[in-house]
């Protein structure tokens, strides 16, 4: 029971805080931005019908043309004088339809180049509030799209990992996170969601390492960093001012991994801690 609680505990603790007032705020805006986006694509796609429309009347009025010009030569019944103007209509109504044409595809263009602003404002205010957090994180998306990614999934996993080594988080966990929902089943999963994990704890973000940490404990028993997972879920809870479930976390891992490297460690802080509680206990 004890083991599951610390499981379920990550989880709980997860939930984004964010102020009410500017959360309002980032509402209220995302929804003028997705009404004025949504108008703007009700005209484009009512545009684009009106072009689809016209071209195939563009097609009819050059077939009329080609008919009337071989009527130049083969007609006996009419006039050339008859045989032009109606080669002349025609000349006319297609110039009129090719007008029309040019207009829809100029009104797409204003349309289309309004939508990219639409999205590319939406975006900068949404960062805007979210903080400098959202922009680093914005950053590091377009930085790790330059990325070429490899297809071999171990080589993938790699890549994230140097970055993370070369102190490049932000650009990691973006990659851990594309390699989660590429091969969210993969057995190399636990080592993603570990590394993951990592790029939160090296930003002190305690409540988004959790979850990565408890994804180990809970699906990954078995797997490689799983003991590392237990040994910085126990940081984190000492992070957050949860000192019981901090040395829960450290005693499930000697428990469960008593062998590892990271069990030692385990036991030299349970050897802390309890000889910091005598001490307390004597005073």
Known sequence: MRRLALIALPLAISGCFYPAD????????????????????????????????????????????????????????????????????????????????????????????????????????????????????????????????????????????????????????????????????????AEAHYGLGETYFAEDKCREALPEYGKLLQDYPKAEPTPEAYLRSSDCFKKLKMPEESRLALEELVKSYPKSEAAKTAKNRLAELDKAKKKGTKK
């Open 22 to 189: 500017r959360g309002r705020a980032l509402e209220a805006r995302i929804e003028k931005l997705d009404a004025t986006q949504a108008q703007l694509q009700a005209e484009l796609k009512q545009t684009r019908a009106q072009l689809d429309a016209t071209l195939p009347r563009i097609d009819e009025k050059v077939a009329e043309v080609t008919k009337a010009l071989q009527s130049l030569d083969t007609a006996s019944r009419r006039t050339g004088a008859d045989i032009s103007v109606q080669l002349q209509k025609t000349v006319e109504d297609l110039a009129q339809l090719r007008g029309q044409v040019e207009t829809y595809l100029h009104k797409i263009g204003e349309l289309e180049t309004a939508l990219a602003k639409t999205n590319e404002d939406t975006e900068k205010r949404l960062l805007e509030l979210k903080g400098e957090a959202a922009l680093k994180e914005a950053e590091a998306r377009k930085k790790a799209e330059e990325l070429k990614r490899p297809t071999d999934k171990k080589e993938f996993l790699a890549m994230a990992q140097e970055k993370a080594k070369a102190g490049d988080t932000a650009v990691a966990r973006q990659l851990y996170t594309e390699f989660l929902k590429k091969w969210p089943k993969d057995a190399l999963a």
